[in-house]
């Protein structure tokens, strides 16, 4: 089974900052890789899919870029309503969707 | 529009057997597969298994294969997740979702969640 690993597990920004995260994949996935946002209290939404591919509606300040098994999720200018637990997730197959383990933003 | 709308919220005891559903609407819904995913209080994202309704095609995450029962009733939209007896560790709130690719050769992604059903097992 392939493994996905995040870094960090939470990180603490200002407003207006960069904030990065990355996913490892312990094969090489393509770029069969997937990002989705969870609020609290909420379902988790579709941001980014495969790897770069910004879903419709989504604000441009997100990015995702990589390939194979290093994958960069990107919020170019964190805003307060960013506030939510980041996670990739890959496809390899069906049935194969296995998410990484998240990463929570907060606002410093 | 795409919605998927789950049953409600569950309180069961261990031993007892369980039967959630998620309906489609909006789409095709034998064109598609569709799926579920755990998350238990406090922690990540567990993608458990799929069914594609138009042949009841299923598989199963292996963390997951003999633990539930994945199913769909084409006739009304419907799919179901089941258990035959619940333990205290399947206390969880369960979403399903669209697994879609957009063209061959493309990945598969979640592109729609349903608002989640919570299910709670306790004594």
């Known amino acids: 089974d392939i493994q996905m690993t995040q870094s960090p597990s939470s990180l603490s920004a200002s407003v207006g900052d960069r904030v990065t995260i990355t996913c490892q994949a312990s094969?090489?996935?393509?770029?069969?890789l997937n990002w989705y946002q969870q609020k609290p209290g909420k379902a988790p939404k579709l941001l980014i899919y495969d790897a770069s591919n910004l879903e419709t509606g989504v604000p441009s300040r997100f990015s995702g870029s990589g390939s194979g098994t290093d994958f960069t999720f990107t919020i170019s200018s964190l805003q307060p309503e960013d506030i939510a637990t980041y996670y990739c997730q890959q496809y390899d197959n069906l049935p194969s969707f296995t998410f990484g383990p998240g990463t929570k933003v907060d606002i410093k | 529009e795409v919605q998927l709308v789950q049953s409600g919220a569950e309180v069961k005891k261990p031993g007892e057997s369980l039967k959630i559903s998620c309906k489609g609407s909006g789409y095709s819904f034998t064109s598609y597969w569709i799926g579920w995913v755990r998350q238990m209080p406090g922690k990540g994202l567990e993608w458990m298994g799929i069914?594609?309704?138009?042949?009841?095609?299923?598989r199963y995450s292996p963390s997951f294969q003999g633990q539930v029962t994945i199913s769909a009733d084409k006739s009304i939209s419907t799919a179901y997740l089941q258990w035959s007896s619940l333990k205290a560790s399947d206390t969880a709130m369960y979403y399903c979702v669209r697994p879609y690719s957009p063209y061959y050769g493309s990945g598969y992604y979640f592109d729609y969640w349903g608002q989640g059903t919570l299910v709670t097992v306790s004594s």
């Open positions: 094969q090489d996935i393509s770029n069969y």
């Open positions: 069914i594609y309704p138009g042949d009841s095609d299923t």
